[in-house]
Antibody, heavy 127, light 106 residues
Framework: EVQLVQSGAEVKKPGESLKISCKGS????????IGWVRQMPGKGLEWMGI????????RYSPSFQGQVTISADKSISTAYLQWSSLKASDTAMYYC????????????????????WGQGTLVTVSS | SYELTQPPSVSVSPGQTASITCSGD??????ACWYQQKPGQSPVLVIY???KRPSGIPERFSGSNSGNTATLTISGTQALDEADYYC?????????FGGGTKLTVL
């Protein structure tokens, strides 16, 4: 059974740094992309980016490029989402998700979709 | 940039059929999938690659995608289907989500 277990809720002050984690089990961690999705209070889902733990290839949504860092430690099957300087607007629930790949219609490119989700990590940033 | 548009809310009576739409430019040329999210829970994939159901998802959930519109259909809707539903597609090398639709069963 695929399981993604995320680290616990965090309360931080603006300007502080933070690294949250997501440990995968029940599958080959190095063979699937794993990524992060933000959900601000009362709002929809926003894709942040993905990493391939096998070689650490990382892709970011343009909206989050430069704002966060996605990393992974394949030796312990864990992915991370990191901020160097938090803002109040980073307050949200953050989900990790294993992404499955598929051949796009037309058969030329590979697409990705979140298929299995962690339980979420609530990050609250407040002075 | 590419956008997916969903109606904010849909209402359905128990036992009836609910249809939730997701619109995007030539969306039918891409694969669409759907997620169900109940309050306080993580999203769950209910339809992928337009029409496929993951293991454990009831047969009353089905999907279609043609032209500019993907549709999630829930036949014989039950009270436990009340949730937010999000469509998603892969476009411009990004995972894109629709804004979400709140399904009310009343």
């Amino acid at each position: 059974e695929v399981q993604l277990v995320q680290s616990g809720a965090e309360v931080k002050k603006p300007g502080e740094s933070l690294k949250i984690s997501c440990k995968g089990s029940g599958y080959s961690f190095t063979s699937y992309w794993i990524g992060w999705v933000r959900q601000m209070p009362g709002k929809g889902l926003e894709w942040m980016g993905i990493i391939y733990p096998g070689d650490s290839d990382t892709r970011y949504s343009p909206s989050f490029q430069g704002q966060v860092t996605i990393s992974a430690d394949k030796s312990i099957s864990t992915a991370y989402l990191q901020w160097s300087s938090l803002k109040a607007s980073d307050t949200a629930m953050y989900y990790c998700a294993r992404h499955d790949s598929f051949l796009e219609k037309g058969g030329f490119d590979t697409g990705y979709q979140p298929a299995y989700w962690g339980q979420g990590t609530l990050v609250t940033v407040s002075s | 940039s590419y956008e997916l548009t969903q109606p904010p809310s849909v209402s359905v009576s128990p036992g009836q059929t609910a249809s939730i739409t997701c619109s995007g430019d030539r969306l039918g040329d891409k694969y669409a999938c759907w997620y169900q999210q109940k309050p306080g829970q993580s999203p769950v994939l209910v339809i992928y690659q337009d029409t496929k159901r993951p293991s454990g998802i009831p047969e009353r959930f089905s999907g279609s995608n043609s032209g500019n519109t993907a549709t999630l259909t829930i036949s014989g809707t039950q009270a436990l289907d009340e949730a937010d539903y999000y469509c998603q597609a892969w476009a411009s090398s990004n995972v894109l989500f629709g804004g979400g639709t709140k399904l009310t069963v009343l």
